[in-house]
């Protein structure tokens, strides 16, 4: 096989794609869009993160993370905190209402994932994340580094 028959960005597409739909559906419930739900997921993980370390997780623009942020507090899930030592900065944190369903949209990411690799074992489940790590980082260099 070639580089050229691997179809390799239609079915991370298509992955990506069904992700989208299936946390949609699921947290539509909880007031988080598909544009917001990863930002979301890391705010819980990492309490007090501030909007440019989004965007470097995320690999993001600020204005793509700023809206996030902003339809994430309009939603009463998120509330922003100054900067002290940087007043333009603000450190996000999850409100107690996204605290309370936490464990509930946790379930639902889990459930995502559950569902896509149940026919994987966990061989193969630790050598394709390890290969999506790679994939990652070597997309990162590409557009970062302005090769062709």
């Known amino acids: ?37 990863p930002f979301i997921f890391y705010i819980l993980g990492h309490d007090g993160v501030t909007q440019d370390d989004l965007c470097k997780v995320f690999e993001v623009d600020k204005a793509t993370t700023a809206r996030a942020i902003k339809k994430l507090e309009a939603n009463g899930l998120i509330y922003k905190e100054i900067n002290s030592d940087d007043r333009r900065s603000h450190y996000i944190h999850p409100t107690q209402k996204t605290l309370d369903m936490k464990t509930d949209i946790q379930k639902i990411k889990i459930k995502w994932q559950n569902k896509i690799v149940q026919d994987l074992t966990i061989e193969e489940i630790n050598t394709f994340n390890t290969l999506l790590d790679k994939l990652v980082h070597n997309s990162i260099n590409c557009i970062h580094h302005k090769e062709d």
Do not use: C, P, V, W
């Open 1 to 37: 096989m070639t580089t050229k028959d691997l179809n390799l960005g239609k079915k991370i597409s298509i992955i990506y794609r069904h992700n989208h739909i299936f946390l949609e559906k699921h947290l539509k419930a909880y007031g988080i869009g598909s544009g917001q739900y």
